[in-house]
């Protein structure tokens, strides 16, 4: 097979040493009897891969710990959605136009 590298916005090209690891683990992940993608998002073990991502993305960025880390779900658009959120002050108002 050979492979297509994609260097659009979207998903990115995984080195294939990464998806190995994951083809590996689909089926059981660490010994848990199921895939990560089956599992509670409330149960130890997802509890445990999250805890381990923020862990090492605290690391990896240097960001210290009276800073919250915030794994949210969506692409660009729901990114530049909350960008209004960010931007306001502590009086809680807000004026902005979402033009589509």
Same mark, same amino acid.
């Given at each position: 097979?050979?492979?297509?590298? =994609?260097? #659009? +916005?979207? &998903?990115?090209?995984? &080195? @294939?040493? !990464?998806?190995?690891?994951?083809?590996? @683990?689909?089926?059981?992940?660490?010994?848990?009897?199921? #895939?990560?993608? @089956?599992?509670?998002?409330?149960?130890?073990?997802?509890?445990?891969?999250?805890?381990? +991502?923020?862990?090492?993305?605290?690391?990896?960025?240097?960001? &210290?710990?009276?800073?919250?880390?915030?794994?949210?779900?969506?692409?660009?658009? #729901?990114?530049?959605?909350? !960008? &209004?959120? =960010?931007?306001?002050?502590?009086?809680?108002?807000?004026?902005?136009? =979402?033009?589509?």
């Amino acid at each position: 097979m050979s492979r297509i590298y =994609n260097f #659009s +916005a979207g &998903p990115a090209t995984l &080195p @294939e040493e !990464v998806l190995k690891q994951a083809q590996d @683990e689909l089926l059981d992940w660490h010994g848990a009897g199921m #895939s990560v993608m @089956e599992m509670s998002h409330r149960g130890k073990e997802f509890m445990s891969i999250a805890a381990q +991502a923020e862990a090492d993305l605290r690391e990896v960025m240097a960001i &210290p710990g009276n800073y919250k880390v915030l794994f949210l779900q969506g692409g660009a658009s #729901s990114q530049f959605a909350m !960008v &209004p959120l =960010n931007l306001m002050g502590r009086t809680g108002k807000a004026d902005y136009i =979402n033009t589509g």
